[in-house]
């Protein structure tokens, strides 16, 4: 069995951002993606605006050295961004994630110093990159939920489609 590879990475971050872009843009409207509902923490603008600054964050800067600075209180201040808006920072993560791992080097699993987490934790980079892997699912199934609330519509945008990561 071969080993993961930033290449398998990439496809994995590639499809997961599309999928978070295809459930901002399956919003009725730009109020729809604002609401807030009871008992849940996060509107789907808002996971949307923090899955995209943790993306530049950690894997555009720190992964691809983009100079990328984040401002993680704004993700979840801001409120009545457009969809459109939102899907354009969306695609500045996809395509800041697509260059890093394509400029990175094959031994940056294995050589680069400690990603440092939000709560101080040092994490290898092999590490990381599974919980930033990991972390963007949850927040996409968050946002599933809270679209289908907030709409009533139960039709899924093709989360987690294996062909993309097929070939």
Not at 28 to 38: E, F, K, V
Not at 54 to 61: D, K, P, T
Not at 117 to 128: D, F, K, R, V
Request: hydrophobic share 50%; charged share 15%; glycine share 10%.
């Amino acid at each position: 069995m071969s080993g993961i590879s930033l290449a398998h990475c990439a496809r994995v971050f590639a499809r997961d951002i599309a999928t978070v872009k295809a459930e901002v843009l399956a919003y009725p409207d730009d109020a729809s993606l604002w609401r807030a509902l009871p008992g849940l923490p996060n509107t789907g603008g808002t996971l949307a605006l923090h899955l995209a600054g943790n993306l530049r964050h950690f894997i555009g800067a720190g992964l691809g050295g983009t100079g990328y600075v984040r401002d993680r209180k704004a993700e979840f201040a801001t409120r009545g961004t457009t969809r459109a808006e939102v899907a354009a920072l969306l695609d500045a993560a996809a395509a800041e994630v697509a260059a890093a791992f394509a400029k990175a080097p094959a031994s940056a699993l294995d050589a680069a110093p400690p990603v440092t987490m939000p709560n101080g934790a040092q994490l290898t980079m092999p590490m990381a990159l599974l919980h930033l892997m990991t972390h963007l699912t949850y927040h996409i199934g968050q946002m599933d939920y809270h679209r289908r609330a907030v709409t009533g519509d139960a039709t899924g945008v093709g989360a987690l489609d294996f062909a993309p990561l097929t070939g």
